[in-house]
């Protein structure tokens, strides 16, 4: 069974960067899209920032030419680069995978821990 650890998440003051990475792993596996949502408190979960096998990506409105993400398939990692945050941006942020798993052709949908992000005034 394939599991996302994440991590890179902390305490950041407003204009500062981050970056969160989440690692997959297992075996007899591929990923197609991975994605990064956020949840803040008291807010439904939103989706952030996707990214395909083949490196198409999409942002939110909101992230968008603040936030990059980005995968390194041999590793199965994919990242998000946060830059310029701001308070808004203070969340727990989960990782999300498309897994095929190749002996049972079976798809299903992963998720990692999350990871909090927190962003001082």
């Known amino acids: 069974q394939v599991q996302l650890v994440e991590s890179g998440g902390g305490l950041v003051q407003a204009g500062g960067s981050l970056r969160l990475s989440c690692a997959a792993s297992?075996?007899?596996?591929?990923?197609?899209?991975m994605r990064w949502y956020r949840q803040a408190l008291g807010k439904q979960r939103e989706l952030v920032a996707t990214?395909?096998?083949?490196?198409?990506?999409n942002y939110a409105e909101s992230v968008k030419g603040r936030f990059t993400i980005s995968r390194d398939n041999a590793k199965n990692t994919v990242y998000l680069q946060m830059n310029s945050l701001k308070p808004e941006d203070t969340a727990v942020y989960y990782c999300?995978?498309?897994?095929?798993?190749?002996?049972?052709?079976?798809?299903?949908?992963?998720w990692g821990q999350g990871t909090q992000v927190t962003v001082s005034a």
């Open positions: 990214i395909t096998s083949a490196g198409s990506t």
């Open positions: 297992g075996s007899a596996f591929s990923i197609n899209a």
């Open positions: 999300n995978a498309a897994v095929y798993y190749t002996r049972t052709s079976l798809y299903t949908t992963v």
